[in-house]
């Protein structure tokens, strides 16, 4: 399986250098390898990662936390389970709908500056 092939419709659990992707049944429909997420990089990984994001304007390191390196591209994961809820029962107040505009905006920058987003759900 591929990265790119990640829709809104699976669910992800991101490990140190894998990827596993579930359907909504909770059956395993592949695995990614070879993926590296931002906290087991090694450090001058990490700097080389933020450099490159700096690069393109993106300065937030909250968003570098939620890349995945893979074969020399970088995507970032989207998780929409927040949007989800929001619009299942609504926010319950103004921060939370702060949050979800927040995360919205950051997928939508990344988008415009060249970054692969993949919107998922992810697993706890």
Known sequence: MKITDITPEYRIKPNKTSITVKDDKGKTKGV??????????????QFE????????????????????????EIYFLYNISPRKFVEKYG?????????LNELETEAKQLRERGITVIECLFIA
């Open 49 to 72: 990662l933020h450099s490159q994001l700096k690069k393109i304007g993106v300065n937030n390191l909250s968003v570098a936390s939620k890349c995945i390196f893979k074969d020399g």
């Open 91 to 99: 926010a319950f107040n103004n921060s939370e709908q702060e949050r």
């Open 32 to 45: 990614i390898t070879d993926c590296r997420t931002f906290h087991n990089m090694a450090t001058r990984e």
